[in-house]
Structures are given as structure tokens and as C-alpha cells.
């Protein structure tokens, strides 16, 4: 039986890991494609963070350190680098798109 602390340790890992990546698949779809909006847009940010966990996972699986703090922490790392890299960008609800992102 799960204990009511490590459940809730699981429960605040886990929102870590789901907002930061979540975080980072806005962010790279609103530089790659700025000007898609709604349901083409969120489908575009769920497929980047799906594709995100798994390459996290997939490296650290690579040397044999897939544990829960080091997702975490890698993770909120990929957060930080991706605002970091497209905090210049004017916001994708400005509109204004760049070239070649034309909407489906």
C-alpha cells in the first residue's frame, strides 16, 4: 500500500514534470509556428510534449538513470533553456507570423 506521503510526492512530481514540459512545447510552437491558433495548435503542443518525455526518458534510460527527481529536474531544466532561447519572440497572440508557418 502507497503511503499518503510518497503519494503526494508522485502527485507534485508529477505536475512538475507535465507544466514544465508543457511550458516548453507552447513555447516551441509559438516560435516555429506563430500563427497557428485553437485546435491545430494544441495538437501540434501535445504531440512536441509527448515527444519531449520520451526523448528525456529515453536519454536517461540510455545510462541507466531513469529515476523520478532526475525527470523532474531535467524537465524543469529543458523549461528554463527553452524560455531562455525564445524569450525574445513577441507573443503568439499578437499575431503576426514569420515566414513559411503558414496556418492549417
Same mark, same amino acid.
Given at each position: 500500500?502507497?503511503?499518503? $506521503?510518497?503519494?503526494?510526492? %508522485? *502527485? *507534485? !512530481? =508529477?505536475?512538475?514534470? $507535465?507544466?514544465?514540459? %508543457?511550458?516548453?512545447?507552447?513555447?516551441?510552437?509559438?516560435?516555429?509556428?506563430?500563427?497557428?491558433? %485553437?485546435?491545430?495548435?494544441?495538437? *501540434? !503542443? @501535445? &504531440?512536441?510534449? @509527448?515527444?519531449? &518525455?520520451?526523448? &528525456?526518458?529515453? &536519454? =536517461?534510460?540510455?545510462?541507466?538513470l =531513469?529515476?523520478? %527527481? =532526475?525527470?523532474? @529536474?531535467?524537465?524543469?531544466?529543458?523549461?528554463?533553456?527553452?524560455?531562455?532561447a525564445?524569450? $525574445?519572440?513577441?507573443?503568439?497572440?499578437?499575431?503576426?507570423?514569420?515566414?513559411?508557418?503558414?496556418?492549417?
Amino acid at each position: 500500500m502507497v503511503s499518503f $506521503g510518497s503519494y503526494l510526492l %508522485g *502527485v *507534485v !512530481e =508529477l505536475a512538475a514534470v $507535465g507544466l514544465s514540459v %508543457g511550458f516548453s512545447a507552447y513555447r516551441l510552437r509559438a516560435k516555429l509556428l506563430p500563427s497557428w491558433t %485553437g485546435a491545430p495548435a494544441r495538437l *501540434v !503542443e @501535445v &504531440i512536441v510534449g @509527448v515527444a519531449l &518525455i520520451i526523448w &528525456i526518458s529515453e &536519454i =536517461l534510460g540510455l545510462f541507466s538513470l =531513469l529515476y523520478p %527527481g =532526475l525527470l523532474v @529536474v531535467l524537465s524543469a531544466a529543458l523549461a528554463v533553456i527553452t524560455h531562455l532561447a525564445t524569450r $525574445g519572440q513577441s507573443s503568439p497572440l499578437a499575431g503576426g507570423g514569420g515566414a513559411g508557418d503558414a496556418a492549417p
